[in-house]
């Protein structure tokens, strides 16, 4: 069983900073990717960044890139998403998933949080 637990988020002003932090329990992840993604209310889940768990190569969304940090800290067993200037429209539940390969794709993940909501005030 392979539990993915999300915390961090809040209510911040625009412009300020969130540290989101996913718990994975279970089972070792070694072999996988990690990646965050966000849902605002009435639109589809969207990617938001990606890496591998052993490290290396990221990925960032066009709408995050130069704000936002995935880092792993590996003896934790956590995946952190740095969020920095925020907006307005980073305002979303933002999820932990877990996949064989980086994807930007819903569907290419096997493991899911149950999500951290993070709102924006302007």
């Known amino acids: 069983q392979v539990q993915l637990v999300e915390s961090g988020g809040g209510l911040v002003q625009a412009g300020g900073s969130l540290r989101l932090s996913c718990a994975a329990s279970?089972?070792?992840?070694?072999?996988?990717?990690m990646a965050w993604f966000r849902q605002a209310p009435g639109r589809e889940r969207e990617f938001v960044a990606g890496?591998?768990?052993?490290?290396?190569?990221?990925v960032y969304a066009d709408s995050v890139e130069g704000r936002a940090t995935i880092s792993i800290d590996n003896a934790k067993n956590t995946v952190y998403l740095q969020m920095n200037s925020l907006e307005p429209e980073d305002t979303a539940v933002y999820y932990c998933?877990?996949?064989?390969?980086?994807?930007?794709?819903?569907?290419?993940?096997?493991?899911w949080g149950q999500g951290t909501q993070v709102t924006v005030s302007s």
């Open positions: 279970g089972r070792t992840f070694s072999n996988y990717a």
């Open positions: 890496i591998f768990w052993s490290g290396g190569s990221t």
């Open positions: 998933a877990a996949a064989e390969v980086i994807t930007t794709r819903v569907d290419g993940y096997d493991y």
